[in-house]
């Protein structure tokens, strides 16, 4: 019987997998230098098997990430697979103070609509019943409640780039996608949220690649967090996040600008009335 992959290490397994690719070794050769198999990295790396300590040490040593690997071991080993200071999504967006998305397939999260998300998980989750789907879109919705002001916390700054078919895919049918973006035209009305649209037209566009967000923290710093249908991954790397706001400035150039974006949804919500 195959061994069941643990959500709290696949995040843990596909950072030890960059490292070790970024050094440019194969898992023999890394197995080699901190003496285990070439099976036992790749247990790592797919989350089958949670790696001692003993070995994330010697492997932090030899791909030189300087503590970053035994770092997210201690957060692993706690149940959770992010880095030591991510406790998931809902932490990210409660502690930022900034918040840059890039969704080339959906409208995020913190801007659906009840109706939208429904569809969207009734779609992608078949196999869940009715209380779990609307466990899920309750779960949802109640992240959106950071965007309100509170007495104790300043809402973040909001910047979602989508792509045009992104609007124009009839989610749940003409009337979900109507109600879907006047909410969107309500959200950016606000200064503090702003949504900016890559046209279908653009001929040579930047991005077309996987959803990502990039999370400002307060006293904490930069992360990007990434997504599958099977886990979640938060990464803090210098590098990384830099090359990840290139990529979103790269992305925001070839948007259009807030205004324009805006009479597109307009024009686009017009055709699903």
Known sequence: MPKRVKSQWLGFGGELKRWREQAGLTQGQLGDRVSISYGLVSAFERGVQAPKLEHIERIDQALSSKGSLIRLWHAANKGNGLAAWFRGLATLIQQASELREYNPMLIPGLLQTESYARAILRAGQPSYTDDEVEEQVSARMSRQSVLTSHP???????????????????????EVMAQQLTRLLEATSESRVIAQVIPLSTEYPPGLSEAFSLFTVPDRGEAVYMETRMSALAIDDAKVVAAYTRHFGDLRGAALPPPASRKLIEEIRGEFS
């Open 152 to 174: 104790q916390r300043r809402p973040p700054h909001l910047v979602e780039i989508l792509d045009e078919a992104v609007l124009r895919r009839p989610v749940g049918g003409a």
